[in-house]
């Protein structure tokens, strides 16, 4: 992680240096035609629907905004920046973050947060 970090904020990473890190950082992510993208499937609109609320909050909090593609029963994200006109490490803190806060599951931590019922009815997305 530290040798990423000497790279400056609006420095791009070449395709090989990008593929190295989500390889490290973020396997579920691929690089694809100069951004890196990530596919969430859900188990229903409802459930994309809070995707897309949560990846548009933490866009907006981060000032660094995504391209989604938004379907029934899936959310793709794909971050570049596009300033930088490539990928810098802004991209990879956001997905770092979407990751974190869209896949946390309370119910396998030791906590009083129960996390969602395994009922279908309240299943929200494919971990």
């Not at 548009?56 to 989604?68: Q, R, S």
């Amino acid at each position: 992680m530290t040798k990423w970090r000497e790279i400056k904020s609006e420095q791009t990473y070449s395709e090989e240096e990008v593929k190295e890190r989500l390889k490290e950082e973020l396997p579920n992510w691929v690089y694809e035609n100069g951004w890196i993208r990530r596919k969430y499937k859900t188990h229903s609109w409802k459930g994309t629907m809070m995707v897309v609320n949560t990846i548009g909050h933490l866009a907006e909090v981060a000032w660094h905004h995504p391209d989604l593609s938004v379907s029934y029963a899936f959310v793709i994200c794909k971050l570049m920046n596009h300033a930088a006109k490539g990928v810098t490490n802004k991209d990879f803190e956001l997905a770092k973050k979407i990751e974190e806060v869209v896949l946390w599951q309370p119910g396998h931590e030791e906590n009083d947060l129960e996390g969602t019922p395994k009922d279908q009815r309240f299943a929200y997305i494919q971990y």
